[in-house]
């Protein structure tokens, strides 16, 4: 009789909404037994989704400015990569030009550390191989030494240059071949 007393007044008490007012009143220990007791009230659950909707479009607008973010740290990645491979391209370019560059210097080098030898050598004889020849003919200059200096031109270029032992070429119209060995020219011929 208890038993049926009790669930009538439950039956009475959730037809007439009481129910709802004292499922609000039950504390968070015994929400879940106020839940099965008295139910849970549409109330409940819209307030419930309502509050998950909202966080979850702050979730979405949150996601949304990530990928914003994202998608401008990718441009800029993408930007800086052109600009480091432009960079490198431009330091490959400036290499190509201080190696030519340094290539003149050592040829200009060479060329004064010759001239420097010379310098102060008295001139004692000319040698002209082959003998003479036709139209501009090249001599060379015999220093006190027994070293040979030739004077050259090449295109706009002028090159005065002491020869080493070894065999040359005149550049003049004979192209006469020879060798100079020890300050002695030998093998002449065309």
């Given amino acids: 009789m208890k038993t049926l007393l009790l669930l009538a007044t439950t039956i009475l008490l959730t037809s007439c909404g009481v129910s709802e007012q004292l499922n609000k009143n039950c504390g968070s220990d015994i929400r879940m037994g106020c839940n099965f007791v008295f139910g849970t009230k549409d109330a409940d659950q819209d307030e419930q989704i309502v509050n998950n909707t909202r966080k979850n479009s702050e979730q979405d607008v949150k996601i949304q400015q990530l990928e914003a973010s994202i998608s401008t740290i990718i441009a800029n990645i993408q930007t800086l990569s052109m600009d480091t491979k432009n960079l490198l391209d431009a330091n490959s370019a400036t290499v190509t030009t201080i190696n030519s560059l340094q290539g003149i210097v050592n040829a200009h080098t060479t060329q004064l550390l010759q001239m420097s ?74």
């Fill in 117 to 190: 030898s010379i310098q102060n050598k008295t001139i004692v004889d000319l040698k002209d191989p082959c003998g003479d020849g036709l139209g501009y003919d090249e001599i060379l200059m015999k220093t006190q030494d027994g070293k040979f200096v030739a004077y050259f031109e090449d295109g706009g270029k002028r090159f005065l240059s002491v020869l080493e032992n070894g065999n040359y070429r005149t550049t003049d119209q004979s192209k006469c071949y020879f060798t100079v060995n020890n300050g002695v020219i030998t093998n002449e011929h065309y």
